[in-house]
């Protein structure tokens, strides 16, 4: 065998190890990826109902002239402030309530970061999946 050759064999060694490690590191990085997929999922799969919008207090005036709110006391009751169709809608809540509405829309605040975390997750499982692939392809 001639030096050439012999340098030629060495190289693809080194070259099929450096790709074998960098399939285990990306194994591994896909491992942890998937399971902060499933730890996110777990909002998902909960079965607490869930209401859109926020609950907040909302102060305002009711247009009568000779009435307290003109001077500046003004009306407070408590509501649920959501969008739909482009548009702002309110609903009032009654006082025995506001605990119950204000958790199921907080329940639905983390429903809809999860949703967005696992976009996220998925993007970067796919960019793992597509480096696995490309370090894993032959010439025929």
């Given at each position: 065998?001639?030096c050439?050759?012999l340098?030629?064999?060495i190289?693809?060694?080194?070259?099929?190890k450096?790709?074998?490690?960098n399939?285990s590191?990306l194994?591994?990085?896909?491992r942890h990826?998937?399971?902060?997929l499933?730890?996110?999922?777990k909002?998902?799969?909960?079965?607490?109902?869930?209401?859109?919008?926020?609950?907040?207090e909302?102060?305002?005036?009711?247009?009568k002239?000779?009435c307290?709110?003109?001077?500046?006391?003004l009306?407070?009751?408590?509501?649920?402030?959501?969008?739909q169709k482009s548009?702002?809608?309110?609903l009032?809540?009654a006082?025995?309530?506001?605990?119950?509405v204000?958790?199921?829309?907080?329940?639905?605040?983390?429903?809809?970061?999860?949703?967005?975390?696992v976009?996220?997750i998925?993007?970067?499982?796919?960019?793992?999946?597509?480096?696995?692939?490309?370090?894993?392809?032959?010439?025929p």
């Amino acid at each position: 065998m001639t030096c050439d050759f012999l340098a030629v064999i060495i190289l693809n060694c080194m070259q099929n190890k450096d790709r074998l490690q960098n399939l285990s590191r990306l194994r591994l990085h896909l491992r942890h990826l998937l399971e902060e997929l499933e730890k996110t999922l777990k909002v998902v799969f909960e079965r607490a109902p869930l209401v859109k919008g926020n609950v907040y207090e909302h102060a305002r005036k009711c247009g009568k002239p000779r009435c307290a709110c003109t001077q500046g006391q003004l009306h407070r009751s408590m509501v649920l402030s959501w969008s739909q169709k482009s548009k702002t809608r309110l609903l009032s809540i009654a006082k025995d309530r506001v605990a119950e509405v204000s958790g199921k829309s907080q329940a639905y605040l983390r429903f809809r970061r999860a949703r967005a975390q696992v976009s996220v997750i998925d993007k970067k499982i796919l960019r793992v999946i597509d480096q696995i692939q490309e370090l894993r392809r032959e010439d025929p």
